[in-house]
Structures are given as structure tokens and as C-alpha cells.
């Protein structure tokens, strides 16, 4: 069974500090792999995702994040942060066989931005 | 905007009662998804719907039932609800005629709360 592991609760940076939100993925092939942000009282928004390829992905709202397969992670990263950028953060897991996508879902992150 | 929408967007009810929660999609996905988000558990699936009249089982799908007999619906039923399923739920689409299954795009969520 697939799973994902997101070992960061809670993150605080400064804005215009670098950002990286790890996740750890159980996968027994290569999964397909995404990021999403939600907003207080939002729904999930589709930040990038991954189903192979180039490692490095790149995303909306300047967020990149890296497949290792080594490590069996998927990191996000975003140079600069901005404060609209707090948010929490979930990574998720699909298995690319089948028809529909059913997703594992990390715990998430919760990302606070400071001034 | 994908084109979903969630009703009712909050809801109490008392335990005991049964409950039925609409999702609406506009644009033809092919696949839909009821998930339940809970502190500390991220998002679970509860059921998904793989084409009218075809839906399946979830993570945790006791106590849930849903149905889907128009490609524009997707209904979750509680039919007696219980405390354990305060929560909100989110609903998600995917694969638009011609594409892939595995981007899934969500509702706005609705916040159930059982007393």
C-alpha cells in the first residue's frame, strides 16, 4: 500500500526567506506525485505535480519541487517566500495503473510567514 | 476554476440523522472523489465514482454510501450520522474527456458537524 510521510507540522520562515517542505513517500514503482496548498477555509489547489521525466518540476506561484528516487522523496522549494504564501501544505501519492486516481494524501504542513 | 461545487457548505445535524451531500461538476470529468479532511489524517478517501452508476470503495468508506446517476453528480450519504463523522468533506474531479485521470481538482468543501 502506498503511503506518505510529512514529517514537518508546522514550519515558520521569514518572508523572502527559501522554503523546502519535505515529504517521503511508499511507493513499490515509480508513483505520480503532487503538491497542493489550501487556504484557510479553501478547498486543495493543485500546486505541481509529477508523473515522470525531468525531476525537477516546476509549478504555479514560483514553487518547484524535486523527485529522488533514491530517497524516495519529493521536496518543494521556493527561493523566495512571499507572506500570501501561508498556507498548509499536502503532498499526495498516486499509483499510475488503473483508471481512476486515488490519492494518499500526507498529514500536511503548515507553513507561517513572518514580516 | 474547474467547475465544482459542493452543497450544503456547512451543515449540523444531530446524531442519528441521515445526511446527503451534493457535488456538482460543470465540465464532463469523468471521475469523482468524496474525501473527509480531519486534524492530524490529512486527506482520506471515502468513495470515488469511476462512471455513471460505477462507484467504489475508499480508505474509510463505513458508515458513507454514495451514488452517481448523472455524470454532473456525485451524492455522499451518511445514513445515520454519528460525532465520528464531524468533519469536512471535500469532493474532486478528474480526467476531462481526452486526458488523464490523475490530476484531480477539488470542491470548496463542506463543514459537517454532528451533535
Known sequence: AQSVTQPDIHITV???ASLELRCNYSY????YLFWYVQSPGQGLQLLLKYF??????????GFEAEFKRSQSSFN???PSVHWSDAA????????????????TFGTGTRLQVTL | ???ITQSPRHKVTETGTPVTLRCHQTENHRYMYWYRQDPGHGLRLIHYSYGVKDTDKGEVSDGYSVSRSKTEDFLLTLESATSSQTSVYFCAIS???GQGAHEQYFGPGTRLTVT
Do not use: H, M, N, W
Request: proline share 7%.
Open chain 1, 88 to 103: 498548509e501544505y499536502f503532498c499526495a501519492v498516486g499509483a499510475p495503473t488503473g483508471t481512476a486516481s486515488k490519492l
Open chain 1, 28 to 31: 513499490g514503482a515509480t508513483p
Open chain 2, 95 to 97: 480526467g476531462l474527456p
Open chain 1, 76 to 78: 518543494l522549494r521556493k
Open chain 2, 1 to 3: 476554476d474547474a467547475g
Open chain 1, 14 to 16: 521569514s518572508e523572502g
Open chain 1, 52 to 61: 515522470s521525466g525531468d525531476t525537477l518540476v516546476q509549478g504555479i506561484k
